[in-house]
């Protein structure tokens, strides 16, 4: 047609220089036109042609005076133009080309005439379609509504109708049934359903710049209401609220108008099929309807478009599969945002009774022929099944008027009778098998509920494996970057490996690592929704116990990996590192974590670092739901399994320590996520609490886990001790004390913890008090005595020293309950403390009971000091005292811990400052008197000889079986620890004390007087015991020389060379009696070099 545009008589001069703009405008495409006015392009200018050779076919008349009857002859130049613009962009965008002619055409007509100059200079300037537009002839609406017709573009015709201010969208509409009604045609009848189709179908694109810069000119520039006419009154709305509810109800009235042109039964199905759907989704639905599930929607997609695959009449039929979806896909998601007024429902309730009591016989005979099913008869029997379900739950919840729910309870009857009588229809529905096309074209076209598909399509075993699931899968890799969908992948690909399907290994390999590179893109919080699933579905081994085969390199990766991040450990690679892990976690959860959990302990420095990556994944506290350790989580069965108790160094214990801390209280990186797999309760639970006994091999560990585990979550705003037990927590760090009172008497295997640790177990009792008492309001007043008691009871087995240390937890409860002796020598209350007859406390023990009682504490050895009864004007009571505490102190000592021992030495030494205790210095170890002032030490020499006297004790036949060799070793570490002590004390008195004031005088000679008192004391002990023990003597003694010879050098005036010589003879006498050799030869090497 291009090519005879310049013959027409009525081409103006200006059109032909428009149209030679269209040599160079051709290229510019459906973008050109898209952004900014509307260019004038060659395809413009057909449709200009189109135009003119219109008018030209019209002439004399005008356009503007076309009627339904002429549009045959004259239009046809005006469809072939738009056919040829179509055909001529098919390469592009026809779609977009037939949209831009329309709204051409439409806003053409909606132009107001005459159209003044002013008009013309701004809305050349402003209107997009202006002077595009101003190259046709004015035209009147029924150009516009026969080309629609002509096109079949009721879609096209929906859209731009609403993109209409809602008032001249109504009175198009209006316009519109008027043309229809007007010797009615089949072909209008048909464009009239397919229209009320589409009005129900159409849902808004505000991303279409065509209909954005339609509907901006038509708000702009039309003019005001007034100047179009209104829809009749009972059908407004409120403009733009929902422009759809008013536009259904006119098509309902045009419905009635051309009732009597509908023939043929494909068009009563169509019409009956539309009523039907208008009802149920815009009148009887709930306000807020759940949409079907994506299993049914795909159900019905496939049911729909393989009728159309049968129903060689239906104008997709020939379409591809994507177009097909695409459509049906409208088809049966027809929703709505608002409700018909009631008015309209009843008139579409009586309307639909009408035509199904009109017309129900024919369609029932037609649709129960022996023909095939087509779409128009599917589509009215399942649009007729939808609107009877929804017609039942609407009669039942709905309050309605007498006449209307006459009306449609007719109506539901009517319609069951309908459907029971073609029922045949829905069952003969297509039996093509199309649902895996379908749903891998909505995936591919990335259409709506197309993320739905994706969790079909992966779950779907019987699609899976093909080929053209692998190339959808493998295209559009990133749609599937979600945590459920990698794990329902990774089912698939599992079952397939599992089953008798014979999938090549190359296939299921390809498959894999495309699902492991969706997880690898996963955010850290879905990997580890991933990773909680895997342990969840397939336990501790992860995808290796099924996918070994395909993940043979494994054990490689895992070792090469962590042996790389072990070897550059640092928080700026803790990202990288924590993304390499991953990958392993999944494969294989179990070995990844237990070579994490070794190389942590085994690898010095790297425990804070590999403790970061595991805590990164919080999916580890996993708890297997069978086997034996049902309620331990899969980070505990690992510590356990791995490294518990298998140290080869201390260095690898502290490191363990540490990363327990670590997995409970998680440095927090910055940038990522991480979280506690260990919780306090859970770590006393599984490595202390089952452990807390002598004879156990890992108690001294677990009780420095104790101890960790109470300092590190003292702040913890929850109480979470109540977790696990805080009493019998109690109980058993009580028995583990108790334990200790009969520790020389057990076999040395039963001996697992060391005297020394005694302490620990005794602050860490002490500590858990405070804890449980400064948390006691989070028990009922009820429970927190019930749970008193019982620890009170269960403590009556255990030794009476034990209560003790629990004297402040059970205050106001329970007096505390002591051996009736002790009575005998303190003044006890009534009120706090009760008598208790103990086995192996006779007569004469209340002094061993008292200093037991001095031993607990610091505090409460203040206490008993302060309760005692002695009476210092007594000699003789005091006598009798000292004698006493001797023989208490020799059965105390050797079950003393260190902390006890320092307890009873800064008693001993407040009793000799009280003098309360008398101990006579001998003159055993001195040559001469010596002319001192020893005043100042007095202590320090009363000390030393209580020490010798009570290892005498101790060595003597009647004491010597006590102990075992170790139980020796033991007092020796005690007795040397006081010594030392007492070493400082000389040093500090000697170097600080004024004693002889007005006189240049020190207290050098009365220090080394003290020295050699000292020194005598601990060989004269080292002669009494077995060589085996006295190592730790015999250093004190070589330490003790040392100060003698440090000070003695130091004040060379003090001592006459005679006196020196005298005292280095005495010394030597004195170790002489020393063996072995060794030892006696270095003592006496050590005191010649004086």
Known sequence: MKYFLYLLPGFSHRARALSSLSLTGRSCGVDCCLKGPLNICEETTILHGGFLLAEQLFHPKALTELTKSDWEHVGRPIVEALQEISSAAAHSQPF????????????????????????????????????????????????LFELLKSLEASGLFIQ???????????????????????????????????????????????????????????????????????????????????????????????????????????????????????????????????????????????????????????????????????????????????????????????????????????????????????????RLCDSLTSFSQNLALYLNRASLPEEERQVASELAECVRDFLSKTSRVLKNRGSQDITASIAMAIIQQKMDRHMEMCYIFASEKKWAFSDEWIACLLSNRALFREPDLVLRLLETVLDASTTDRAVPKPQIQQVLHSVLECYADLSLPDKNKVLAGILHSWGKKGLSEKLLAYVESFPEDLNTTLNQLTQSASEQGLTKAVASVARLMIVHP?????????????????????????????????????????STTFMVSCLKETVWVKFSTPKEEKQFLELLNCLMNPVKPQGIPVAALLEPDEVLKEFVLSFLMLDVEEVDLSLKIFLQTLEANACLEEYWLQACSPFPLLFSLCQLLDSFSKYWQLPKKKRRLSLQRKDLAAHILELLCEIVLANAETFSPDAWIKSLSWLHRKLEQLDWTVGLRLKTFFEGHFKCEVPATLFEICKLSEDEWTSQAHPGYGPGTGLLAWMECCCVSSSLSERMLSLLVVDVGSPEEVRLFSKGFLVALVQVMPWCSPQEWQHLHQLTRRLLEKQLLHVPYSLEYIQFVPLLNLKPFAQELQLSVLFLRTFQFLCSQSCQNWLPLEGWNHVVRLLCGSLTSLLDSVRLIQSVSPWAQGQEQDLTQEALFVYTQVFCHALHIMAMLHQEVCEPLYVLALETLTCYETLSKANPSVTSLLQKVNEQRFLKSIAENISPEGRRQTLLQKISSF
Request: negative net charge.
């Open 590 to 630: 179990e070995a990844t974590v237990k070579k994490i959990c070794s190389l942590a302990v085994v690898n010095l420095g790297t425990h804070k670092f590999l403790a970061q990556i595991l805590t990164a994944f919080p999916a580890l506290r996993f708890v297997e739901e069978q086997g034996p350790n049902s």
């Open 96 to 143: 977009a080309w037939k949209k831009k002619a329309l709204i051409i055409i439409w806003a053409k007509v909606l132009q107001p005439q005459p159209v003044t100059s002013s008009d013309t200079d701004t809305r050349w300037q402003e209107d997009v379609f202006f002077s595009v537009g101003n190259m046709i002839p004015t035209l009147n609406h029924t150009v």
């Open 160 to 378: 731009l109708l609403m993109a209409l201010p809602t008032t001249v969208c109504c009175a198009e509409l209006e316009r519109f049934l008027e043309h229809v009604s007007i010797d009615t045609s089949s072909e209008d009848v048909a464009f009239f359903l397919d229209v009320w189709r589409e009005m129900m179908k159409h849902r808004g694109n505000p991303q279409d710049p065509l209909l954005s810069q339609f509907s901006a000119m038509a708000h702009k520039y039309l003019p005001v209401l007034d100047e179009f006419p209104r829809p009749p009154k009972r059908l407004r709305s409120e403009p733009d609220v929902c422009p759809t509810m008013p536009l259904l109800a006119m098509l309902l009235r045009g419905l009635v108008q051309i009732q009597s042109r509908i023939l043929g039964t494909g068009r009563k199905c169509c019409a009956l099929a539309n009523l039907a759907d208008m009802l149920s989704v815009f009148a009887l639905t709930e306000d807020d309807p759940q949409e079907v599930s994506a299993t049914v929607y795909l159900d019905k997609l496939a049911t729909v478009i393989s009728v159309w695959n049968s129903d060689t009449q239906n104008p997709y039929h020939q379409q591809a599969l994507a177009e097909k979806v695409k459509e049906a896909e409208r088809d049966v998601s027809l929703t709505s945002l608002a409700k018909l007024p009631s008015e309209t429902i009843f008139a579409g309730l009586e309307l639909m009774r009408a035509l199904l009591g009109e017309w129900g016989e024919e369609l029932q005979a037609t649709l129960c022929s022996s023909q095939g099913t087509s779409y128009d008869s599917y």
